[in-house]
């Protein structure tokens, strides 16, 4: 099970709206837990992996990102407390901790409302790893039987 969904938010703090936060902590990690939740049963029949796909941003704060940094250290810390449990079941858990990716999510960024996208790339994240890139060292990080793996150029 690879939970990938997410969206970024580029705004200071106390020019975040509290709809975002909330929109970002939904997306970012309480649909990651309500599907590992729903499919557990099923993972630990196949003896499977959950991968849970954070941010470098979630390893460390990033201003501009606060509420984006919490949800991604929300994964994190939610991912690493689970990994002990499900052990005992047969079901891995591996963090993926991505840095700039060549993806839409600076372009779908919230700025500040829920209701308002930076409609734009990133310098940083047009010049970062190449989307297949990044898949195959997930794929490998899998393979390799990893907890956490850091993917970026």
């Known amino acids: 099970m ?13 020019e975040t709206d509290f709809d975002s936060a909330e929109t970002l902590l939904n997306t970012n990690f309480l649909s990651h837990v309500a599907l590992i939740k729903a499919f557990l049963p099923a993972l630990e029949n196949a003896k499977g992996t959950i ?6 941003a979630g390893l460390v704060g990033t201003s501009f ?8 250290f929300a994964i994190s810390g939610f991912s690493k407390a689970l990994r002990p449990e499900v ?20 372009k779908n ?19 970062g790893m190449r989307v297949e890139d990044c898949c195959r060292d997930i794929c490998r990080g899998i393979y390799l039987n990893y907890s956490e793996l850091i993917v970026a150029d």
């Not at 991968?51 to 470098?56: A, D, G, L, M, R």
């Not at 990102?65 to 919490?70: G, K, N, Q």
């Not at 209701?115 to 310098?123: F, I, S, V």
């Open 87 to 106: 052990k005992q079941k047969g079901v891995k858990v591996l963090m993926i901790y991505p840095g700039y990716i060549q993806t839409g999510v600076s």
């Open 65 to 72: 990102r606060t509420t984006y940094s919490a949800s991604k």
């Open 2 to 14: 690879i939970n990938n969904g997410g969206v970024s938010l580029r705004a200071q703090f106390f």
């Open 109 to 127: 960024a919230l700025v500040g409302n829920k209701d308002e996208r930076l409609g734009k790339t990133d310098k940083n994240i047009a010049n």
């Open 51 to 56: 991968v849970n796909v954070s941010s470098v």
